[in-house]
DNA sequence: TTCTAATGTCATGAT
DNA sequence: GTATCATGACATTAG
């Protein structure tokens, strides 16, 4: 293919240049750009924009109607719903399954570890783990690898290259992209690397040896380390959870750095599914049976006990050196993060990480715990929550955990946001777009009977509706056009262009619920219930607007306080500000009481729609004017798409002349170095001996073997030229 | 006041 | 036949 599109550039540029030289106008531009789709995309590459797609169609496949499947950020839709579905196993515990993956991806990089000889693993690293425990030379030399492994993902396969000669590259590449995705989560490849934690294992059995550590330290540990194991929601493989869900994770995740043996076997079980000897299933077996043992029981206190109660000598607690009052939770997750590689791992979302202190010489892990405040400083920022909170919800929620809280609960993840996350990790699953979630809880809201429109406040409702019909449906342009500019609501996220216009298409979003489109990511929850915001500090401020279907007159008359308040008044202004931001079609919604907002009448599927329209008893009217909504909503969408992709047809074509043209003159800039050509009509000029210049094969007809008499080679239209080197 | 860009809407054809 | 999409044409609105 590279060699056919060499070849057809080349052969018409040249085809082109003679022509032109010859007097014939050639629009190469045309022809090669645009009006000839299959030759562009002999050249350039199929596009996109060209691709007749049925949008209703992929709405299923690409799980949900977030984002067009011709959209250019498909990619960064991809990340960010993997980085969401990352966070929404956040609040999950979610009991390690028998994912091989992890195995796989995992294996002993010398090709030694069958999977049933763990022992094996150990005999090959236990001489390097005492060193990395011992050795402070060492310990730097393993952070240093850690760090650059962490610099360079491509190194990566240095760490566990998956030596397998049964893996194909395919095999081989999935296994980098799961890698990658661990990395990104934080847990670096070593956290899963049967070596590594080999070799803390021998550590640990040294430890152990010494008398160091209890047994029920390690059964404690076993469970919290596998109660640790998070499963991603995308490609299921198991790994160790970051940010512990609860406080007996987080506090019982201290010891999974210093446990026995079989806390190390507990960590591998799960991970080694499937080619593990029956001994180490029968121990995931036994581990799984403790986790459920665990969910039940309350252990953190016992934990914490035991943590606490570690002897001061021993090296493991020295380097945590860990006080009892000291608030671990935090510290805790960033230790697990930076284990292996994760702290550069984690660098990706802060590069504050990257300040820390790797290693010190006594350190077997680069990341110190002890260094409390400086941990919790970074969490807030490095917390896949941030990536998702504004700063200003995520630096008060990071207060909350802040070292300066006695308690450690307050440290933990409030559940509230929890809750959050797992909103946004349903409004994943339908897609992504964060728009969605409202979607979503509008659906929500729908089953348990809170209508959006007619239930909050049903008589102001009606006055307001009763006055915007009035105006909305006798003269069409009541609204304005910001109203049109911001109803691009899921149209986008359903088309999948992601126009600049997000911002207003949570407007439009909001306009029909109701939000504030500022916060509207952030407290879909307190639409619900805003009791709940108790619950989250950070949102107390949040001035919600639970008004915006009232009319101004309403707003007025009705139960506002006194316009004093600025928080009030700016509450009026903003469903003032809503009110004028609703569509046509919303406010004709509102007038006729349709029970469900103009999103889901034109984004649901048609079954779905059908579905929703029976569920209720909608008269003529209101079934005709959901209709037109629905016809009038999908073609704005297609109109936007089609605008959209006429610009970026126009916007490519001109860079496509530009680049033609550049290279046209290249090419004739070449050209006219080589040789200097002169059109010299039949004849050559006197004094000159012709050379009969190489002619382009099929253009020029050479009649120097044909017995002519002239010497100059003949076009094919019968003219002569001669040419001649200067 | 006019022009222009952006957007919504309708009609129509295609799938 | 229906639903949906694509697109040209026109209307409306804001700057």
């Known amino acids: 293919m590279l060699s056919l599109k060499k070849y057809l550039t080349e052969g018409l540029l040249q085809f082109t240049i003679l022509l032109s030289l010859i007097g014939v106008r050639v629009d190469v531009d045309t022809y090669l750009t645009s009006q000839l789709p299959p030759l562009r995309e002999i050249i350039l590459g199929p596009s996109s924009a060209y691709t007749q797609t049925q949008f209703h169609n992929l709405r299923n496949t690409l799980d949900g109607y977030g984002i067009h499947p011709k959209s250019i950020d498909l990619d960064n839709y991809f990340t960010a719903r993997r980085l969401l579905s990352q966070v929404r196993a956040l609040d999950r515990f979610q009991v390690p399954t028998t994912e091989v993956n992890a195995w796989l991806v995992h294996r002993d990089p010398e090709g030694s570890v069958s999977g049933s000889q763990p022992s094996s693993g150990l005999a090959l690293e236990s001489s390097s783990g005492l060193q990395d425990v011992t050795g402070p030379d060492n310990g730097v030399r393993e952070s240093e690898t850690e760090q650059g492994f962490s610099e360079d993902l491509e190194d990566l396969g240095a760490v566990a290259p998956p030596v397998t000669g049964d893996l194909t590259k395919e095999d081989i590449d999935l296994i980098d992209i799961l890698w990658r995705q661990d990395i990104d989560l934080g847990a670096g490849r070593e956290v899963f690397d049967y070596s590594h934690r080999q070799k803390e294992q021998d550590v640990d059995k040294e430890q152990q040896d010494g008398g160091e550590q209890e047994d029920t330290w390690a059964s404690e540990g076993t469970e919290a380390l596998a109660r640790d194991l998070l499963v991603d929601g995308e490609t299921g493989e198991s790994f160790p959870a970051q940010f512990p869900a609860d406080v007996s994770s987080i506090t019982e995740a201290v010891p999974s750095e210093s446990e026995s043996p079989a806390l190390q076997n507990s960590l591998l079980s799960p991970l080694l599914t499937g080619t593990e000897s029956p001994f180490d299933l029968e121990q995931q077996w036994q581990d799984l049976m403790s986790i459920m043992e665990m969910q039940a029981m309350e252990v953190n206190t016992s934990a914490n006990e035991i943590l606490y109660s570690a ?29 292996g590689g994760c702290s550069q791992d984690f ?18 892990l680069p990341l110190v715990p002890s260094n409390s405040t ?6 807030g920022s490095t917390s896949l929550a941030g990536l998702f909170f504004p700063p200003q919800l995520n630096g008060t929620a990071n207060d909350t955990a802040g070292p300066e809280l006695p308690d450690p609960l307050g440290g933990l993840l409030d559940e509230a946001m929890l809750d959050e996350i797992s909103l946004m990790d349903l409004a994943i ?10 979607q979503l809880e509008e659906e929500f809201d729908s089953d348990s009977g809170l209508s959006l429109d007619s239930s909050h406040s049903p008589s102001s409702l009606s006055s307001s ?11 069409s342009s009541s609204s304005s056009a910001s109203s049109s500019a911001s109803s691009s609501f899921s149209e986008e996220g359903a088309v999948g262009y992601s126009s600049d216009s997000e911002t207003l298409d949570l407007e439009e979003a909001e306009g029909a619920v109701g939000y504030q489109p500022e916060y509207s990511k952030f407290c879909r929850m307190s639409y619900q219930d805003p009791s709940q915001l108790s619950c989250l500090p950070y949102l107390e401020h949040v001035g919600h607007n639970h008004t915006y279907n009232m009319a101004p007159s309403a707003l007025d008359s009705a139960d506002l306080p006194p316009p004093s308040t600025l928080k009030k008044g700016s509450k009026e202004k903003q469903a ?18 349709i029970p469900f907002t103009n999103d889901k009448i034109i984004n649901l599927p048609v079954e779905e729609f059908n579905e929703l329209l029976s569920k209720y008893q909608l008269s003529e009217a209101q079934l005709s004017l959901i209709r037109d909504i629905r016809r009038r909503g999908k073609n704005k969408m297609a109109a936007q798409n089609c605008r959209k992709r006429k610009l970026d047809t126009i916007l490519n074509l001109e860079r496509d002349v530009e680049d033609l043209q550049r290279d046209k003159a290249r090419l004739l800039r070449e050209k006219e170095n080589e040789k200097c050509m002169y059109w010299a009509g039949d004849y050559p000029p006197p004094g000159f001996q012709p050379q009969a210049a190489s002619p382009q094969p099929g253009l020029l007809e050479d009649s120097l073997g044909g017995g002519s008499e002239h010497a100059a080679p003949r076009w094919l239209d019968g003219s002569r030229t001669s040419v001649f080197i200067c």
């Open 576 to 593: 003032d500000f809503l009110d004028k931001q609703m569509s046509r079609d919303e406010h004709r919604a509102r007038a006729m009481k």
């Open 311 to 339: 002897p001061p000598g021993d090296p493991l607690s020295t380097n945590y050196s860990l006080a009892p009052n000291t608030p671990i939770n935090q510290n805790v997750s960033l230790h697990q993060a930076s284990l």
């Open 429 to 438: 699953e339908e897609g992504f777009n964060p728009v969605q979630a409202s």
């Open 465 to 475: 509706e009763g006055s915007s019909s009035s105006s909305s449906s006798s003269s």
């Open 347 to 364: 660098s990706l979302f802060s590069p504050e990480v990257e300040s820390l202190p790797v290693a010190s010489s006594s350190t077997l």
């Open 374 to 379: 400086n941990l919790n400083s970074t969490f």
